[in-house]
């Protein structure tokens, strides 16, 4: 068998928010996985109806790595969200304490904690943007 050709190819992509993007990602070729025209010929002299097994073993490999990257994808969609929630929450239970120290007269530590909150939202969003550009480059 020849080895699989790995060809870059642009993929439709649907986000969190449901909209579809064109990103990068690397396939492998049936055809370049498959013996050459002359050897399925030999196969199929020796075993009758080997070339035909021998395809259809090749489109349910294709299926298989299909389905898996689409597992993978709905998994790392499902997971961003969760991490989207639990910061959501945490920085909005932040602000809150910082408020309630800053009404019982705590201004200080409420202001210290506000402040480290508003830091750290900015600093998700941020790494959140960058993580995304770096994973869109690699495909």
């Not at 898996?68 to 969760?82: F, S, V």
């Not at 202001?111 to 750290?120: F, G, H, Q, T």
Request: glycine share 8%; net charge negative.
């Amino acid at each position: 068998m020849k080895t699989a050709k790995t060809v870059k190819t642009e993929k439709s992509v649907k986000s969190l928010k449901g909209e579809r993007h064109l990103a990068n990602a690397e396939i492998k070729t049936i055809l370049e996985s498959l013996p050459a025209p002359e050897d399925l010929a030999k196969y199929e002299k020796i075993i009758p109806g080997g070339a035909e097994r021998i395809l259809e073993l090749a489109e349910k490999q294709c299926l298989h790595r299909q389905e898996y990257e689409n597992r993978t994808l709905e998994t790392e969609q499902r997971a961003d969200k969760i991490r989207l929630g639990v910061t959501f929450v945490l920085g909005l239970a932040a602000g809150i304490l910082g408020g309630v120290l800053l009404i019982n007269g705590s201004e200080l530590a409420g202001l210290i904690i506000i402040l480290i909150d508003a830091a750290a939202l900015v600093w998700v969003a941020l790494s959140a943007g960058r993580r995304d550009s770096d994973n869109t480059e690699s495909e």
